[in-house]
């Protein structure tokens, strides 16, 4: 009994050791994720630029750089973003997470979508020629406080059957006229790849991630 109790001991600290250098492994897959660089790594469309520290208007969270976006102004339903391509294959999971801000002198008004300006992070899934799935959060709309950072909870994404690519994205929604401005900074997006199992305490296998 002695022995199986040890056994059981070293086998627990092993999965523990194996868990924390896996979490450790976990990195950042986008370039230039804090704008240091401008809009370097990055594709740009719409009313999407890159600033550097100007206060009271432009408050990085962290370093120098920040993105900033705002609608289009076409009185119809239109976006401005940035994102970031990368290959993969079904099955594989992708976290997302992403800060926002916005000034209180160029605030965006209003409760949000649909109707109002609202800014997402969204991981998009793609086959070969179009869109197959994604999940998406809200980041940033007239209902946030203005002049702070707000750190949005991490979005999980499962890429479906037929996936071949991915993009990590921020995109500005303007349904119509509406101001205001989004600040971004310290985008994150990590692949998380299985490299282990072990046993759970009710007898079932769970993957361990990095």
Do not use: C
């Amino acid at each position: 009994m002695q022995v199986r109790k040890q056994t059981l001991v070293v086998a627990l600290v092993g999965a523990f050791v194996m868990a924390a250098g896996s979490a450790a492994l976990a990195q950042n897959q986008l370039t230039n994720p804090g704008f240091e660089s401008g809009l370097a790594g990055w594709t740009a469309f719409g009313n999407a630029y890159a600033e550097s520290s100007n206060p009271p208007q432009f408050v990085p969270r962290s370093g120098n750089g920040l993105a900033s976006m705002f609608g289009n102004w076409w009185g119809v339903f239109n976006v401005s973003g940035i994102f970031q391509e990368f290959a993969t294959a079904p099955g594989e999971v992708w976290e997302m997470s992403s800060s926002a801000r916005h000034w209180s002198s160029d605030a965006m008004i209003g409760v949000g979508a649909p109707d109002q300006n609202w800014v997402v992070q969204k991981i998009a899934f793609f086959d070969a020629s179009q869109e197959i799935g994604g999940v998406e959060s809200t980041i940033l709309s007239g209902t946030f406080a203005t002049d702070v950072w707000h750190d949005a909870a991490t979005i999980v994404g499962v890429a479906p059957a037929g996936t071949v690519k991915l993009q990590a994205l921020i995109l500005y929604l303007q349904p119509l006229y509406d101001g205001g401005a989004a600040h971004i900074d310290d985008v994150s997006l990590v692949h998380r790849v299985p490299v282990a199992t072990e046993p759970s305490t009710w007898g079932r296998v769970k993957a361990l991630y990095r």
